[in-house]
């Protein structure tokens, strides 16, 4: 199912969104000409009618767009791989001790090895989608990847391998 937006120019003061949601529900973000945006949550029976709202900065409105885009990413990636068509989808996290620590994901040679494509590295707050190979893999790195399940196990392992 799609989803449905609305846009609405509000002259003189910036530009409306709205997310309708599935059962009639409208949630607006507000850009303004300023630069803050706001968020609203309007009355189903009036849409211009705002029961509430949440003024945020350009940070603030950075920060909820990356937490929105990676729990969206994550379910798009989850609903692929949920293992019905042989296909998993597993996060992995790259270990301390890991043997490819502070270099490129291209030495890890995953997909040759292992039959398991990496699509995304979630660090911090960023994700790197599609990482290529030259991408330095850094501490705490959480590894997304797609294959089959005896793949996911070998890039587990092979992640895994301590340097010695």
Do not use: C, W
Not at 40 to 51: K, M, S
């Amino acid at each position: 199912m799609g989803v449905r937006i609305e846009k609405i120019d509000l002259p003189g003061f910036g530009v409306r969104h709205d997310v309708v949601t599935q059962d009639g529900q409208h949630i607006g973000v507000l850009s303004f000409r300023d630069g803050h945006r706001e968020v609203a949550l309007y009355d189903p029976e009036d849409p211009d009618a705002i029961l509430g709202s949440v003024s945020l900065t350009g940070d603030e409105a950075s920060a909820l767009s990356d937490l929105l885009g990676h729990a969206a990413l994550l379910s798009q990636l989850s609903d692929l791989g949920n293992g019905t068509i042989g296909l998993f989808t597993e996060q992995l996290v790259l270990p301390s001790d890991s043997r490819f620590l502070d270099r490129p994901l291209g030495d890890t040679q995953a997909r040759t090895k292992t039959g398991v494509s990496i699509v995304a590295i979630l660090r911090g707050n960023d994700v790197i989608p599609s990482p290529t190979p030259a991408e330095v893999l850094r501490m705490d790195d959480l590894i997304v990847a797609v294959g089959t399940r005896e793949g996911l196990d070998k890039l587990d392992k092979l992640l895994a391998h301590s340097q010695v």
